[in-house]
């Protein structure tokens, strides 16, 4: 196995894309001899010429063009990394589901970004965990089957509605509430029958639709078309500004609960200012 120096790569891989050691020399702030050095010893390790060296001018030779190819490819791909590297680096990849992203994380995340400016927050959403370095998953779970240390919020449910809905219920018309079946089926269910058994009679005549996630039915729910089942921390802006209310004083609380999967010191400074941030944040 031939051993040669990454600088001596280096060097090379200048000098071939330049065609010019002098040129080359310039562009690596060294001496031209230090270039010529450099190729002399990589040759004298690879028993065969790189360069064709004729009146100050060189060109490759049918090694060097071979050699040139796998030396920028490579160079290129070590390049890439190192950016890719240094961006994560400054940015926190949040993965968590479409509504706990769309209805808590990036209404909150207008207050983070005015008081950590220097910390950009990307957020995607979707079951499965990334596979990307930085990546920071926010997860909703059964949080008997989470470490304490990790959740951020165990949540409690109860019925919601526009304030223009909930004036027009009655016992002779039918309320539609939605509720979610989890596209998860690990997950526990939401607590419903327990909401019924302690608020027995708060909906007198109820008809049940359902969706796949809760932003579905919190949406049908402030365009006044429904009831929705769901949890508090979803709602809680809504309820603030009254596009939403509960229809009981009386929540329930559930099994379910997000959480940072292994809040630990794996994760970068960066990252533990935002999980305390929003530890402090979520309601």
């Given at each position: 196995?031939?051993?040669?120096?990454?600088?001596?790569?280096?060097?090379?891989?200048?000098?071939?894309?330049?065609?010019?050691?002098?040129?080359?020399?310039?562009?690596?702030?060294?001496?031209?001899?230090?270039?010529?050095?450099?190729?002399?010893?990589?040759?004298?390790?690879?028993?065969?010429?790189?360069?064709?060296?004729?009146?100050?001018?060189?060109?490759?030779?049918?090694?060097?063009r071979?050699?040139?190819?796998?030396?920028?490819?490579?160079?290129?791909?070590?390049?890439?990394?190192?950016?890719?590297?240094k961006?994560?680096?400054?940015?926190?990849?949040?993965?968590t589901?479409?509504?706990?992203?769309?209805?808590?994380?990036?209404?909150?995340?207008?207050?983070?970004?005015?008081?950590?400016?220097?910390?950009?927050?990307?957020?995607?959403?979707?079951?499965?965990?990334?596979?990307?370095?930085?990546?920071?998953?926010?997860?909703?779970?059964?949080?008997?089957?989470?470490?304490?240390?990790?959740?951020?919020?165990?949540?409690?449910?109860?019925?919601?509605?526009?304030?223009?809905?909930?004036?027009?219920?009655?016992?002779?018309?039918?309320?539609?509430?939605?509720?979610?079946?989890?596209?998860?089926?690990?997950?526990?269910?939401?607590?419903?029958?327990?909401?019924?058994?302690?608020?027995?009679?708060?909906?007198?005549?109820?008809?049940?639709?359902?969706?796949?996630?809760?932003?579905?039915?919190?949406?049908?729910?402030?365009?006044?078309?429904?009831?929705?089942f769901?949890?508090?921390?979803?709602?809680?802006?809504?309820?603030?500004?009254?596009?939403?209310q509960?229809?009981?004083?009386?929540?329930?609380?559930?099994?379910l609960?997000?959480?940072?999967?292994?809040?630990?010191?794996?994760?970068?400074?960066?990252?533990q200012?935002?999980?305390?941030?929003?530890?402090?944040?979520?309601?």
């Amino acid at each position: 196995m031939v051993k040669a120096s990454l600088q001596a790569i280096r060097v090379f891989e200048v000098a071939a894309r330049l065609e010019s050691f002098k040129e080359a020399a310039e562009e690596l702030s060294i001496t031209p001899a230090g270039v010529s050095h450099h190729i002399s010893n990589l040759e004298q390790r690879l028993g065969v010429p790189l360069f064709t060296r004729k009146n100050r001018k060189v060109t490759l030779t049918v090694g060097g063009r071979q050699l040139s190819e796998a030396t920028t490819d490579g160079l290129q791909r070590i390049q890439t990394a190192l950016d890719d590297i240094k961006l994560d680096a400054s940015r926190i990849n949040v993965e968590t589901t479409s509504s706990f992203a769309a209805l808590v994380l990036i209404p909150l995340l207008r207050d983070f970004n005015q008081v950590y400016q220097n910390i950009d927050v990307e957020v995607s959403t979707g079951e499965a965990v990334s596979a990307k370095m930085n990546a920071l998953p926010i997860r909703l779970g059964d949080v008997n089957m989470v470490g304490k240390s990790s959740v951020l919020k165990v949540e409690r449910f109860n019925v919601y509605g526009a304030p223009s809905y909930l004036r027009t219920m009655s016992a002779n018309k039918t309320s539609f509430i939605y509720l979610t079946k989890w596209k998860n089926s690990k997950l526990p269910d939401s607590p419903w029958t327990d909401w019924l058994t302690e608020n027995e009679g708060a909906i007198p005549n109820v008809g049940i639709r359902y969706f796949d996630q809760e932003l579905y039915g919190v949406y049908e729910a402030m365009a006044g078309k429904g009831l929705v089942f769901c949890s508090e921390t979803l709602v809680s802006e809504f309820v603030k500004a009254n596009t939403l209310q509960p229809i009981s004083k009386q929540s329930i609380e559930s099994q379910l609960c997000y959480y940072i999967p292994t809040q630990s010191g794996q994760y970068s400074a960066k990252k533990q200012i935002f999980i305390k941030w929003l530890n402090a944040n979520i309601i």
